[in-house]
């Protein structure tokens, strides 16, 4: 069974642009989180989709937006890019929500972007 | 809300020598726990993890981790380190019903070889 699938790879982006990334979870799972992950910082939870739902969101500002399609896959969005997002962003996909009883997520191998 | 601290930020170690990670939450109901590992250029992988049932539990590469309800505990051992190894080792904690994953700073482990 293929795994979490994540597109782009690396993308370098300028101050006040805007980016999209990609998530493909494995096969059969609905739900999809994204964290961002930094030296200073580790890994943050951002948010939440399931059956293309926003379930859950972290502590982050509104630049930071996703959306989930009917196939699952799901796509997150940054505008107004700032210094600060440089970072490592994941993808994990769990069959269910995260929130039930005994769900594992299982995480791609992430999108690094800087931003110049 | 819930919250995971890692003991050790970077531990280095000789091969052959036994492994003890330390991670604590804070959270007093049901929990669910895990270990990942993130090998030099790889991607996150579940090393392990705890539902229920008996609290030592095996996963991947020799190593186990033990949940000890009363001290919100879950260190990961391993008896003998290789150098493969070296790695960051992530605990995360999901609590059932209502919480998110929440993910501990994370420890780097170097292996001399």
């Known amino acids: 069974k293929a795994g979490v699938t994540q597109t782009p790879r690396y993308l370098i982006k300028t101050r006040g642009q805007q980016v999209t990334l990609s998530c493909s979870p494995i096969?059969?799972?609905?739900?999809v989180s994204w964290y961002q992950q930094t030296p200073g910082q580790g890994l943050q939870f951002l948010f939440e989709y399931f059956s293309e739902t926003q379930r859950n969101k972290g502590n982050f500002p509104g630049r930071f937006s996703g959306r989930q399609f009917s196939n699952s896959r799901s796509e997150m969005n940054v505008s107004t890019l700032e210094l600060g997002d440089s970072a490592l962003y994941l993808c994990?996909?769990?069959?269910?929500?995260?929130?039930?009883?005994?769900?594992?997520?299982?995480f791609g191998p992430g999108t690094r972007l800087l931003v110049l | 809300a819930q919250s995971v601290s890692q003991h050790n930020h970077h531990v280095i170690l000789s091969e052959a020598a036994s492994l003890e990670l330390g991670c604590n939450y804070s959270?007093?109901?049901?929990?669910?726990l895990f270990w990942y590992v993130q090998y030099p250029g790889q991607h996150l992988q579940l090393l392990l993890k705890y539902f229920s049932g008996d609290p030592l539990v095996k996963g991947i590469k020799g190593f186990e981790a033990e949940f000890i309800k009363s001290k919100f505990s879950f260190n990961l051992r391993k008896p003998s380190v290789q150098w493969s190894d070296t790695a960051e080792y992530f605990c995360?904690?999901?609590?059932?019903?209502?919480?998110?994953?929440?993910f501990g700073p994370g420890t780097r482990l170097s292996v001399l070889p």
């Open positions: 096969s059969g799972h609905r739900s």
């Open positions: 995360a904690v999901n609590a059932n019903y209502g919480q998110n994953f929440v």
């Open positions: 959270y007093g109901g049901t929990v669910n």
């Open positions: 994990a996909s769990s069959r269910n929500a995260i929130q039930g009883v005994g769900e594992t997520q299982y």
